[in-house]
C-alpha cells in the first residue's frame, strides 16, 4: 500500500483506491482523478493535485478534474478524511510539458477563468473546461 497512513495510529483492512489520468499533459489540459474509500466512517474525501490545489467532496467517492498552470512532475494524493481517521494513498505522477513547439500563447490557445486564475489552454480543450465549472476569457478580478 504505497503511500497509506492512519493518523489515528491504528490501521485499517482498506485502502484508498483511486488513479489519474492521463500521466503526461501540456500545460491547461484536463486531468482527471478519481478516489474511494468505502469505510463507514468516511465523512469526506479529497484529491490533493501535488499544486497547492486541494479539492474535496463529503462522502466515500468522488471524480474530480483540474489543470496545470506550470510544467513540472506533480505527485497526486488521495486522501479519505472521517472522525476517526485520516488515510492517504499516492494516486499517481503527473507529468506537465509546455506546449508543443509552436504552441505559444495566443496561438490556437484561449484563457479561460480556472479555480479564481486566469490560465491559457488550448482551443481543443475549451469545452473540457466549460464543462467543469471554468469560464472563458480572464477572471474578473485579476
Not at 474530480?64 to 476517526?84: C, I, N, Q
Not at 488515510?87 to 505559444?104: C, H, I, M, N
Not at 490556437?108 to 469545452?127: A, K
Request: aromatic share 4%.
Amino acid at each position: 500500500m504505497v503511500g497509506l497512513t492512519a493518523a489515528t495510529g491504528t490501521t485499517s483492512a482498506q485502502s484508498i483506491t483511486g488513479s489519474v489520468s492521463p500521466t503526461e499533459v501540456q500545460v491547461g489540459e484536463t486531468v482527471t482523478g478519481t478516489i474511494n474509500y468505502p469505510h463507514p466512517d468516511t465523512i469526506r474525501v479529497e484529491i490533493i493535485w501535488g499544486d497547492g490545489t486541494i479539492d474535496g467532496a463529503g462522502g466515500d467517492s468522488a471524480t474530480f478534474t483540474h489543470s496545470y498552470s506550470s510544467p513540472g512532475t506533480y505527485t497526486v494524493v488521495g486522501r479519505a478524511l472521517g472522525r476517526e481517521i485520516r488515510v492517504e494513498k499516492v494516486l499517481g505522477t503527473v507529468t506537465v510539458t509546455p506546449g508543443r513547439s509552436g504552441d505559444a500563447p495566443g496561438q490556437n490557445r484561449v484563457e479561460v477563468c480556472h479555480r479564481g486564475r486566469t490560465i491559457e489552454v488550448p482551443s481543443t480543450t475549451l469545452d473540457q473546461h466549460l464543462a467543469h465549472g471554468d469560464t472563458e476569457g480572464p477572471c474578473p478580478e485579476e
